[in-house]
């Protein structure tokens, strides 16, 4: 996975991560969110809940903040960025290994998918009873970034982590980057427009909650057309085709 999330709900959860991004003010403390917080936790272990939670709290504290209130967010928007994956990046590797792992096991794969897709409708209940305008906007991110954890434990289970990886970079380096680059745009501005708008971050001017919040839409947008470009080019019939056809190059 490439996206962190961490859940906070008064004295029960602290830095439980999820491979999707943001965060639960205090006050919220709904029984649904808990339950498949700590089931995930089951899964990924304290320890390492632990340290997505530490080095996802510096991130909220530096990077998410100045983001929200930045006098000119669109020109510090890709070195905050930067800073935000440097800081998660390495406990995002083990968790990653950790539910590649699980993938291979199909009664594991569809606890985890089962899990995600839980927390993606407690936190779409959360975001809608904000009241924030543009709520649907952040539903709607959220939804894209859970599909595209579903979708890579999905074809790494169906193609094996050697299989799909090969079938990546033989097939399809260029659009594999292209995704990757709107993952991580998107995941910050779906964390940062989130956490001002359940009370992580209590400060922030309005107008960058805002932009971050309408900016999702392009983002989520290229990623959806990513996913499909490379589901197509990682069947075998429908590559073949393609490079029958002239319309890829197969790759030597």
Same mark, same amino acid.
């Given at each position: 996975m490439a996206i962190a999330i961490a859940t906070y709900a008064r004295e029960y959860l602290r830095g439980v991560a999820l491979p999707v991004a943001g965060a639960i003010s205090e006050d919220v403390g709904l029984a649904e969110l808990m339950d498949v917080v700590r089931r995930f936790r089951g899964l990924i272990g304290d320890e390492l809940a632990g340290e997505l939670g530490r080095v996802f709290d510096r991130a909220l504290a530096e990077d998410v903040r100045r983001a929200l209130n930045s006098e000119n *967010? #669109? &020109?510090?928007?890709?070195?905050?960025?930067?800073?935000?994956?440097?800081?998660?990046?390495?406990?995002l590797v083990e968790?990653?290994?950790?539910?590649?792992?699980?993938?291979?096991d199909p009664r594991a794969l569809e606890l985890v998918k089962s899990v995600e897709r839980d927390l993606g409708r407690a936190l779409a209940k959360v975001v809608?009873?904000?009241?924030?305008?543009?709520?649907d906007y952040l539903v709607y991110g959220l939804s894209v970034l859970?599909?595209?954890?579903?979708?890579? *434990? #999905? &074809?790494?289970?169906?193609y094996g982590l050697d299989g799909v990886v090969r079938r990546f970079v033989e097939r399809g380096l260029e659009a594999l980057l292209n995704l990757a680059d709107y993952t991580i745009y998107l995941t910050f501005v779906w964390v940062s427009a989130t956490a001002a708008v359940l009370g992580l971050v209590k400060e922030f001017r309005e107008e960058n909650r805002d932009a971050l919040a309408r900016w999702r839409r392009g983002y989520a947008g290229e990623l959806e057309s990513y996913m499909d470009t490379l589901d197509i080019l990682l069947d075998d019939e429908a590559y073949s085709d393609l490079v029958e056809l002239?319309?890829?190059?197969r790759q030597a």
């Open positions: *967010l #669109e &020109r510090l928007f890709p070195d905050l960025v930067a800073r935000f994956w440097a800081r998660i990046l390495l406990p968790l990653s290994t950790k539910l590649f792992t699980l993938s291979t809608r009873g904000s009241g924030y305008r543009y709520a859970i599909d595209r954890d579903v979708w890579i *434990l #999905e &074809r790494t289970a169906e002239g319309v890829v190059k």
